[in-house]
C-alpha cells in the first residue's frame, strides 16, 4: 500500500475525513511556500496539494491565476517544485504529496525524466487538469507504470457513461470538482453534489475528495458529510494575500487551524 492508501485507511478506522490544502509552489515567495509547506502536516492536514505553475492555468480562478504568475516570476519552475517535495519528504516520511497542474511544462521537462525524478524525491500522485484519460498513452500509463498515481477529476457535467469510464481507470481516489467554471469563483453547494457523490460511490471504492468551491470552515465541514474529504486551496492563497509580508504564514497556518480542528 502506497501512502495514500495508508492515509485513507487510517482515517478510515478513525472514523474522520480527510483535509488537504492546496497551495502555488513558489507563492508568495519560494522561501514562504517552503516555510507553510513545510508546517502544514503540524496543523493537521492530512495530504498535501502542490500547485506547478503554468502561465494559462485555465482552470483556475483569479486568485490561483495571480498566485502562479507570481510565482513564475520569483523563478518556480518544475526542478524547484520537485526541490520543494524532496524536503518536505525528508520531514515528513508518511504525508501524502499530490502534485496538481497542466501538462505543457510537464512535456517541456521530459515525460520520463518528470516521472522518474518525481518518484525519487517520494510524490505519490499526479493531477494534470487538462490531459484527459483519451491521452493516457501520452503519459498516464507510463506514470502508472513507475509507481506514481494518476487522480481523475469528476465535474458535475460528467456523465454517467464517462463516469464509469473515469473510476474504471482511476487510482489514490476521485477528485470531485464540485462546482461548474474556475476555482475559487463560486460556492459549493451541499445538497447538489450529494446525488453526483452517491453516482461515484456506485461505480467504485476509491475514497472521493471535494475541492474548487470550499472557503470558509463551515463549508469544509459541511462538504466533508458526504464525502470522504475536501481540498482548500483559494482561500489559502487570499489568506496569504491578504496578509502583510510578515504575517504570511502565520495567518495562513491559523487559517488551516481553524478548518483542521474539525476534522
Not at 225 to 242: F, L, M, P, R
Amino acid at each position: 500500500m502506497n501512502r495514500i492508501q495508508n492515509k485513507f485507511e487510517e482515517l478510515k478506522k478513525k472514523n474522520k475525513k480527510a483535509l488537504g490544502i492546496f497551495l502555488t509552489a513558489g507563492y508568495p515567495t519560494k522561501k514562504d511556500s517552503e516555510k507553510i509547506l513545510l508546517k502544514l502536516p503540524e496543523t493537521g492536514v492530512d495530504f498535501l496539494e502542490i500547485g506547478m505553475p503554468f502561465s494559462d492555468p485555465m482552470a483556475d480562478g483569479p486568485l490561483i491565476q495571480e498566485s502562479s504568475e507570481l510565482s513564475i516570476k520569483n523563478g518556480m519552475n518544475i526542478k524547484n517544485c520537485l526541490d520543494i517535495v524532496s524536503k518536505i519528504r525528508v520531514k515528513y516520511k508518511n504525508v501524502p504529496i499530490i502534485l496538481m497542474g497542466y501538462y505543457n511544462p510537464i512535456l517541456s521537462y521530459g515525460n520520463m525524466k518528470f516521472i522518474k525524478n518525481a518518484v525519487k524525491v517520494g510524490v505519490d500522485a499526479l493531477i494534470i487538469v487538462d490531459l484527459p484519460m483519451e491521452e493516457d498513452q501520452e503519459f498516464y500509463l507510463k506514470s502508472e507504470e513507475n509507481g506514481l498515481n494518476v487522480i481523475r477529476l469528476v465535474t458535475p457535467t460528467t456523465d454517467y457513461k464517462r463516469l464509469k469510464k473515469i473510476t474504471k481507470n482511476s487510482k489514490g481516489f476521485i477528485y470531485y470538482v464540485s462546482v461548474t467554471g474556475v476555482t475559487g469563483t463560486k460556492s459549493a453547494n451541499q445538497s447538489s453534489i450529494k446525488s453526483k457523490i452517491d453516482n461515484i460511490k456506485s461505480l467504485t471504492d476509491l475514497p472521493i475528495i471535494v475541492g474548487f468551491g470550499i472557503k470558509t470552515p463551515k463549508q469544509a465541514l459541511e462538504m466533508s458529510k458526504n464525502a470522504d474529504g475536501i481540498v482548500i486551496g483559494s482561500s489559502i492563497v487570499e489568506t496569504i494575500k491578504n496578509s502583510n509580508s510578515r504575517k504570511k504564514t502565520h495567518n495562513c497556518l491559523n487559517f488551516v487551524k481553524s478548518i483542521a480542528k474539525n476534522f
